[in-house]
């Protein structure tokens, strides 16, 4: 089992930024993939960004085209941290996130599969 804490949403204006964050416990969190989807009141969760696991501290990133170039996802293994960087935040931004976990092939990035996820955290972007 993975338990997954999400942290750092809010309020923002549009331009603005934000840094999400996920709190891991559980099992090894080095050996998960790790991602990032949200879901818009009345919308469907959507994949927003996700990152996989490596030994080496190399690792392969996938975004989706609505938060490309704007989003940063990074991991801290050390600290069972997945982080999601926000700049230049628009009001379709606005979203609950949530983290999600799971096991896959070294180096891989998935964008389904996900078998944990946490409670989600709001982020609200004015306009």
């Known amino acids: 089992q993975v338990q997954l804490v999400e942290s750092g949403g809010g309020l923002v204006q549009a331009g603005g930024s934000l840094r999400l964050a996920c709190a891991a416990s559980g099992r090894s969190f080095s050996n998960y993939a790790m991602g990032w989807f949200r879901q818009a009141p009345g919308a469907e969760r959507e994949f927003v960004t996700a990152?996989?696991?490596?030994?080496?501290?190399?690792?392969?990133?996938d975004y989706a085209d609505s938060v490309k170039g704007r989003f940063s996802i990074s991991r801290d293994n050390a600290k069972n941290t997945l982080y999601l960087q926000m700049n230049s935040l628009k009001p379709e931004d606005t979203a609950v996130y949530y983290c999600?976990?799971?096991?896959?092939?070294?180096?891989?990035?998935?964008?389904?599969?996900?078998?944990?996820w946490g409670q989600g955290t709001q982020v609200t972007v004015s306009s």
């Open positions: 999600a976990a799971r096991q896959s092939s070294r180096n891989y990035v998935p964008r389904n599969g996900y078998e944990y």
């Open positions: 990152i996989s696991w490596n030994n080496y501290n190399t690792y392969y990133a």
